[in-house]
């Protein structure tokens, strides 16, 4: 299994990883990515649906072992629970991105105004408001 963090993160603790229980962890490191949102309420289907089950079910036994249940990184991944998701937003963000560009709407408020459409909409409407 390789990460999609894997060019860009900097955990010394990696869940994929088969010797991760034998790397120490020092306060202040940062912490995977995957295992912060993990500890998340009702992270998992979100996770599943982001990088598959196989991933999600590693991140989750690495939650468990021995490693993960005391110490400055338990401290970091109990803090981490009681912060909104990182990954939710953006899985929202994309999907509203996603559902906009499908529309070939603008990603402002609703206007009713297509990005399609030339120009003179937009200055119509902006001599109504002014």
């Not at 559902?99 to 937009?122: C, F, M, V, Y």
Request: aromatic letters at 6%; hydrophobic letters at 30%; proline letters at 5%.
């Amino acid at each position: 299994m390789i990460c999609n963090k894997f060019e860009s993160c900097s955990a010394p603790i990696c869940p994929l990883e088969a010797d991760f229980e034998l790397r120490p962890y020092l306060n202040g490191e940062p912490v995977c990515f995957y295992m912060s949102e993990y500890v998340k309420p009702n992270s998992e289907s979100t996770l599943i649906a982001t990088i598959g089950v196989d991933v999600t079910n590693a991140v989750s036994g690495a939650l468990l072992s021995h490693k993960c249940s005391h110490g400055a990184i338990y401290r970091r991944l109990k803090r981490a629970s009681t912060t909104p998701s990182r990954l939710r937003k953006r899985v929202s963000n994309d999907s509203i991105t996603s559902s906009a560009l499908q529309k070939n709407r603008s990603l402002e408020p609703d206007t009713g105004i297509e990005l399609s459409k030339n120009t003179e909409k937009h200055e119509s409407a902006g001599d109504a408001c002014g």
